[in-house]
């Protein structure tokens, strides 16, 4: 049981690795910051089946820490350059 | 007993990987923003999901399993926020060019 989890673990580590192309790749910003999320996903999967495999409870505490962590990254990166969230979008086509 | 939570945490794990698995192909051949952003959080989030329910059976005690709920519960909540942040993102980006 312990090898088909460690090469789970290697699988999406593997995984992780691959997405990361998307950041070279771009084209926007939100692309790369979706790189990140995905970076923050798989990496709490990996954290997870390692403190299974390891028995050290402790990378659980550190998975939760990288879930909240993942989350306020990306909230900071929406903030970026604006004050307050606008009502409205300058220049959007949709009603309302 | 112990030989079917063995085969639970096999099925459980593959699909979870397998999810993962969909989800990058998705992040890295979808066309757009959106429908990057749809595979990445979708996908992900279930594929997190059946991990921990894969890990269940091999904890050790209960507290440790409802700690394992508990980061799948703030992945969840914390994916579908930010999905939507992110999208708004990708609206006002496009919006400038």
Known sequence: MTEFLTAALGFILAILAVGLVRILRGPGDADRMMAAQLIGTSGIAALLLLGTVSGVSAAVDVALTLALLAAFTSISFVKKGTSRFEADLPGSTEAG | ?97
């Not at chain 2, 890295?28 to 749809?38: G, W």
């Open chain 2, 1 to 97: 007993m112990s030989f079917a939570l063995d085969i639970v945490t096999i099925a459980a794990v593959s699909a979870g990987a397998f999810f993962f698995l969909a989800g990058t192909v998705g992040l890295l051949r979808f066309p757009d923003t959106l429908t990057r952003l749809h595979a990445l959080t979708k996908a992900d989030n279930l594929g997190l999901g059946l991990m921990v329910l894969g890990l269940l059976p091999r904890t050790e005690s209960l507290r440790d399993g409802i700690k394992l709920i508990c980061v799948w519960v703030i992945v969840l909540l914390a994916g579908a926020t930010v999905s939507q942040l992110i999208a708004y993102a990708a609206r006002r980006e496009g919006s400038r060019q």
